[in-house]
């Protein structure tokens, strides 16, 4: 059945901020992060995450800035289709589809972990058992974002106020450990010097890996269509959610980094957060971490499969992707088609990162991929934004500066860190083949879609 399309005025600004951040997800992107950035700048885990905000609140004004002006699910995809040219809209709507399906597997992954860490422990470390609980999650999910979204959305709430409050509660636990000099790595000036990131190439694969733990925030905005206010909300719901993942960030990874031995750390990469809780508060809490991660990486499933089907569906109004996925239910608004087709694409990369390589290498080339993979799209929106209102930044310096100054740095360190992540060696060949590969292949499609003259779109006849 064909509805009307999305369903109008169906979240607040609320909803808005608490979809993106269940999207970056600080349980799960912690439960997967952690080791690979301790691994890459040692313990100063909380420089390249302080370093990566103020370009991130630059790039975070630049979606608002957007969305004021043009409020289509496809967010980046249509605004720079619109601004700058239909092929690159084309490859920016590629690649964030590509950020929601591939990086559905460090979701899945940690599912599959968690789900066996509190059930069948000793099967923690099957990758044939992760993979399975981690694909019948997957199915649950999808079923799940194939209701309306104001159900989706007080899911989210849910376990958001559970996720943050005990997550928020073993972080505090954290800093006290290590200020009273009970962690594996006693605190330094170290922590927070490049020195002790391991120079530049570690800060570097460190600022790849916080650009991965921030990214997803823009979530909020691919729901514009369904938000109340469309023009503002959302806009303002990226910068606080932004603002939001800076501060929890940083609290929890100088609370959680200095509890485990890098040793550790990587040995227990799937279950970190678990091992960590077991640590600072002996008895069930390892448990109930187990619990809040596995739950926390539910609702960021979700949120990425809500995100890929509004992009998706933006994409298929220009008949740039299956016609079918303008598929919407009349009664709950939901584009439930290209959900349906979402679900399962993650299940392939699923399979596809689980079993080429074992789990932690696997959650540290996907991590460190995305990160790549959300650089240069945050990257294109921030210039974007810049272009398309350029004739209006000397018109007062508030313009200038949230309008050309901030998105600028976005710009820059979005340049910057890929061409240095390349040029450092802080990306090996795999992850360059996750984000560099998939991206020449959305290229291809481009091409062949514009050859073939089956669309307009790349003629300027753009309908998002």
């Known amino acids: 059945m064909e509805g009307d399309g999305l369903k109008r005025n169906a979240l607040g600004i609320g909803d808005a901020i608490i979809i993106g951040l269940s999207s970056s997800g600080p349980a799960q992107t912690m439960a997967v992060s952690l080791a690979g950035i301790v691994a890459a700048s040692g313990y100063a885990g909380i420089l390249p995450i ?6 991130m609140l630059g790039i975070a004004i630049a979606y608002q800035r957007l969305n004021r002006w043009d409020q289509s699910s496809g967010a980046t995809y249509s605004w720079v289709a619109r601004s700058l040219n239909p092929m690159l809209g084309f490859l920016a709507g590629w690649m964030i589809l590509l950020y929601y399906t591939v990086g559905t597997s460090s979701l899945t992954i940690p599912c599959g972990t968690y789900t066996l860490q509190l059930l069948a ?17 997957d199915i649950l999910v999808t079923l799940l974002a194939l209701c309306a979204i104001r159900v989706a959305a007080r899911f989210e709430w849910m376990i958001a106020i559970f996720e943050y409050l005990i997550l928020g509660f073993f972080a505090l636990l954290g800093i006290v450990w290590v200020f009273t000099s009970k962690t594996a790595v006693p605190l330094s000036a170290d922590w927070f010097t490049i020195k002790g990131a391991g120079g530049v190439k570690g ?7 916080a650009c991965f733990m921030y990214s997803g925030w823009d979530a909020a905005v691919y729901v514009n269509e369904e938000t109340h206010n469309p023009a503002v909300n959302p806009g303002r719901a990226a910068i606080a959610s932004v603002v939001i993942l800076a ?3 940083s609290v929890a990874t100088f609370g959680f980094q200095g ?6 750390l ?13 640590r600072l508060l002996p008895g069930p809490w390892s448990s109930v971490m187990s619990l809040v991660v596995l739950t926390g990486t539910i609702a960021s499933l979700q949120a990425a499969v809500i995100s890929a089907a509004r992009i998706g569906f933006a994409m298929a109004n220009d008949r740039v992707m299956p016609t079918f996925f303008r598929l919407t239910s009349p009664r709950s608004g939901s584009p439930y088609a290209v959900t349906i087709f979402m679900g399962a694409i993650n299940l392939i990369f699923l399979a596809l990162s689980l079993f080429t390589s074992g789990i932690g290498s696997a959650l540290s080339n996907i991590v460190s991929a995305l990160g790549l993979i959300a650089l240069l799209f945050y990257g294109l929106t921030a210039f974007t934004a810049i272009w398309c209102f350029r004739r209006e930044l000397h018109s007062s310096l508030a313009n ?10 976005g710009v820059i360190f979005s340049v910057a860190m890929i061409i240095l992540s390349i040029t450092t060696g802080a990306t090996n060949t795999i ?13 291809l499609v481009a091409l062949f879609l514009r050859f073939t003259g089956k669309t307009g779109f790349f003629r300027g006849e753009i309908n998002t």
């Open 431 to 443: 992850i360059l083949i996750y984000g560099l590969g998939s991206i020449i292949i959305g290229a």
């Open 203 to 209: 800060l570097v694969a460190g600022i790849l890996i």
């Open 400 to 409: 200038f500066f949230l309008g050309g100054v901030l998105p600028g740095v």
């Open 266 to 278: 990587q040995a227990n990469a799937g279950n970190a957060l678990a091992v960590i809780a077991n």
């Open 50 to 55: 302080l370093i990566s905000f103020i370009p």
């Open 121 to 137: 422990p000793h099967l923690v470390n099957n990758n044939l058992a992760v993979g399975l609980v981690g694909a019948a999650w």
């Open 259 to 264: 509890v485990l031995s890098g040793q550790e």
């Open 247 to 249: 501060i929890f960030y």
